[in-house]
């Protein structure tokens, strides 16, 4: 799955030369915890975060009026503290590698360029939450099973013929969590809702078929 298709395109940005003051107004009007910083040409150049805004503010232990304050922050330009040459990804960059990024630089939202660093989105980490209920289908109910099956090719195919036979019908099937040297993978798969006597069947058959660690459907059911 790709950024481009996830990513948010109406995107809130400022200019270098904008006020403190008012970029820190644009983050409160729309809710955003950070904000791309661009040139003329639209090229991304700094990103400013909602931290970076604190960081600057005069403390709340300040002797300044009112006045004072509203000045100072109006002349306090947002090139001054913007993080300069930011991490950012492509709108052709997988789901997948957006989170590692995310996850590795410990960022809660990155930027997304094009090919000439001009800004087209961005995408946070709100977005790759939806994108996981996406895949994984949890919207649609149903029942999953997490199941510990071999590495080895061909583990997975009879299990997904014994569900096809007993009336499942798939949502999503993810796998990972690879374990003892990689010759053991945890593999998800979710199904439509079924009836209960058929649900309680094929649950019994999964069980005698291969290591079923627990299976789901309102509350986890862990298997001995």
């Not at 590692?100 to 977005?127: C, F, H, Q, S, Y």
């Not at 036979?165 to 079924?194: A, W």
């Amino acid at each position: 799955m790709l950024i481009r298709e996830w990513m948010t395109t109406s995107v809130i940005y400022a200019k270098e030369d904008a006020s403190m003051l008012k970029v820190s107004k644009l983050m409160q009007e729309h809710s955003i915890k950070r904000i791309p910083i661009v040139d003329e040409e639209m090229k991304l150049i700094g990103i400013v975060s909602d931290r970076d805004i604190k960081e600057a503010s005069p403390s709340k232990a300040t002797t300044l009026d009112m006045h004072e304050l509203s000045y100072l922050l109006s002349e306090l330009k947002i090139r001054d503290i913007m993080t300069k040459e930011p991490v950012s990804v492509s709108p052709m960059d997988t789901i997948e590698q957006v989170a590692l990024i995310m996850l590795e630089k410990k960022l809660t939202g990155l930027p997304v360029v094009d090919w000439e660093r001009k800004l087209v989105g961005m995408i946070t980490e709100a977005d790759i939450f939806k994108i996981f209920t996406e895949i994984s289908g949890v919207r649609r109910g149903g029942i999953q099973f997490a199941l510990e099956l071999s590495e080895e090719p061909g583990s997975l195919p009879p299990i997904l013929d014994l569900i096809r036979e007993n009336s499942g019908r798939l949502v999503s099937v993810l796998t990972g969590g690879y374990k003892e040297n990689d010759t053991m993978r945890d593999v998800f798969i979710r199904l439509q809702p079924m009836d209960e006597e058929t649900e309680n069947k094929l649950i019994e058959k999964m069980k005698a078929a291969c290591k079923v660690v627990y299976w789901v459907k309102d509350k986890v059911h862990m298997v001995e």
